[in-house]
């Protein structure tokens, strides 16, 4: 795919914003750039708005919501909302398809939700889950610290005859448990590369509780429980200056109507319901939620589940105030929390998501070896065999691993480019789906001296609703589709509106019994509307159709 930038490496907040800034200065009439909010360290986060501006106001087209990076380690999903919009860009003079999605829709891109806690990442040997902040730190125990300054947090090794590991017989480099019938031998605790912080002369040691636990996807409005209930909740929903100005920008740009949420990893595409079982959600949601993600399963590989019923480790504390239900069950959009990359397939010892809940541990350290294994052979430069170095509290230990943040959370980055090149694909085809409005046919008829009737026929030629969906009409976030005339009426009814013009996901369809396939009853997406209006021949008369999800339309007639 022919993009700008080359994408084989993972971007730094200075390279990100340089590459944003050159964007806007070779694209001004495609794409704006804003800042949405400036972080506590300074860092913009940015908001690019792409669209053709000859075409017609930004708002006033249906928009794409696209993020990337509300957790600080997962920077492939940054990559990813980068390289969707850079192929936008660099195409529009190429691409058919492309030059229409930017001539009639808007793709508003955060491509990075959390600057500072993803320049620690990037720039530290440090990991984190959404910034670096102090909350909730909790002191004692081994503090992850980077021992041999090889800008990498290991695992590490420490011989104890109370340990619970030892050395694999078949592969040094592995560990493996110790057998109930292990006497004899060397064993070993194994932690977080680290230094020995406020001990309190326990022999129970244990790794220390980072510093910096606050989950910017646990600190959205609905479902939002505080931190007795879940980790990194923060003190009160939107707390934080992040979150705060996502929320804030989705209400205050309503004509948004699908979102795709970037996470890694796992390789799966999430869509809500996250906080109920998908039965209880109306059933018209689920079909087109699962007919989106069906998209993104031919393009990523990937596969779908539902939040709640197949994802969360628990249904009773299940994990909520994210970003995903907060726009689904407040303000009716579809959107998808995309969890890209998936290690555990790579190494041939795939998750079985959604089968079960829980896998035992030995299941779960085949698949630590298959890892660490693919890891030797494919990424050796992330990879480092156990080596020995003199700790300051332990004595001799030996640290040595894979490195987790561009091995199993992130794609190396030989890897990388077809995890962007695969998502910027469904992306094009989700903005594809999204409502929009049309006038088919005007007619003009006299029907009495002065007097003309006008008829209109009004329909959407999306996927989508005008509504978006149903849970959109039942907490009455859906918007009617206004139809305004220009002339002078009989009656003074210069507007008419239509409640809601169903997508084409709304036709029904099936195959008789003996095999013929068969449109059962078209989706009701087109509408007739009349005006009786006052006029004379040569009189031109207009007819504006507008909905803020769907967009705008225009037709006009001249009287004869």
């Known amino acids: 795919m022919n993009t700008t930038f080359c994408y084989n490496h993972y971007f730094t907040y200075e390279e990100l914003s340089a590459n944003l800034q050159g964007l806007v200065s070779a694209y001004p009439s495609l794409m704006s750039l804003e800042v949405n909010c400036v ?44 390289h969707t919009l850079d192929y936008l860009l660099t195409n529009y003079n ?46 004692g125990g081994i503090k992850e610290e980077d021992l041999d300054d090889d800008g990498v947090i290991r695992m590490m090794r420490i011989k104890n005859p109370y340990g619970a590991w030892k050395k694999d017989p078949n ?78 920008f989705v209400l205050s740009h309503p004509n948004i109507c699908a979102a795709a949420i970037g996470h890694t990893s796992g390789g799966i595409i999430l869509y809500p319901p996250g ?11 689920i079909n087109v939620l699962k007919a989106i993600a069906k998209m993104g399963e031919e393009e990523l590989g990937y596969k779908m589940l539902n939040i709640f019923d197949s994802f969360l480790s628990s249904q009773e504390f299940y994990d909520s105030g994210a970003l995903d239900d907060w ?88 890897f990388l480019l077809k995890e962007l090149e695969n998502d910027t694909r469904f992306n094009i085809r989700f903005i594809r789906s999204l409502p929009q409005l049309i006038i088919d046919d005007i007619k003009c008829e006299k029907v009495g001296e002065g007097i003309y009737k006008v008829d209109a026929i009004i329909g959407n030629r999306g996927y989508l609703s005008t509504a978006l969906t149903k849970n959109a009409v039942a907490i009455k976030k859906a918007k009617p589709v206004k139809v305004s005339i220009n002339a002078e009426t009989a009656d003074g009814k210069k507007e008419v509106e239509i409640d809601e013009l169903s997508g084409y996901s709304a036709t029904l369809t099936g195959v008789y019994f003996y095999g013929n396939i068969t449109t059962e009853q078209n989706a009701k997406a087109r509408k007739k509307v009349s005006f009786m209006i006052k006029g004379k021949p040569g009189d031109e008369v207009v007819i504006n159709a507008s909905q803020i999800k769907a967009g705008k339309a225009e037709a006009k007639i001249v009287i004869e």
Not at 74 to 80: A, L
Not at 275 to 285: F, Q
Request: hydrophobic letters at 30%; a negative charge.
């Open 39 to 82: 972080t506590k360290e300074g860092r913009n986060q940015y908001v690019a708005i792409l669209t053709n501006k000859n075409t017609g106001d930004p708002m006033d087209k249906p928009a794409f919501y696209l993020d990337g990076n509300i957790h600080a380690g997962e920077v492939t999903s940054s990559m990813c909302a980068l």
């Open 94 to 139: 190429e691409s058919a398809e492309v030059k229409d999605i930017l001539d009639n829709y808007t793709v508003y891109v955060i491509p990075r939700v959390t600057p500072d806690g993803a320049e620690t990442y990037l720039t530290t040997p440090y990991t984190l889950r959404s910034v670096n902040r102090d909350y909730e730190g909790v002191k």
């Open 171 to 248: 592969d040094e480099g592995l560990m493996v448990l110790r057998a109930p019938d292990d006497k004899y031998g060397d064993f070993y605790d194994i932690y977080p590369e680290g230094v020995l912080e406020d001990y309190d002369g326990s022999e129970n040691l244990k790794s220390r509780k980072g510093d910096w636990g606050l989950d910017f996807n646990r600190n959205f409005p609905y479902g939002w429980f505080p931190e007795y209930r879940q980790e990194g909740a923060g003190d009160y929903p939107l707390s934080n200056i992040e979150t705060k100005a996502i929320a804030d």
């Open 275 to 285: 906080t109920k079982n998908e039965a209880k959600a109306p059933k018209e949601d």
């Open 327 to 414: 726009m689904y069950e407040t303000q009716g959009i579809p959107c998808y929390t995309m969890e890209f990359w998936d290690i555990a397939s790579k190494a041939g010892v795939p998750i079985k998501w959604g089968e079960k809940r829980h896998e035992d541990l030995a299941e779960e350290l085949k698949r630590f070896a298959a890892i660490l294994k693919w890891c030797r052979d494919n990424a050796p430069q992330y990879y480092s065999d156990w080596k020995k170095i003199e700790h300051p509290a332990f004595g001799e230990v030996e640290i040595g691993g894979f490195n987790y943040k561009f091995t199993h959370q992130n794609p190396p980055e030989s």
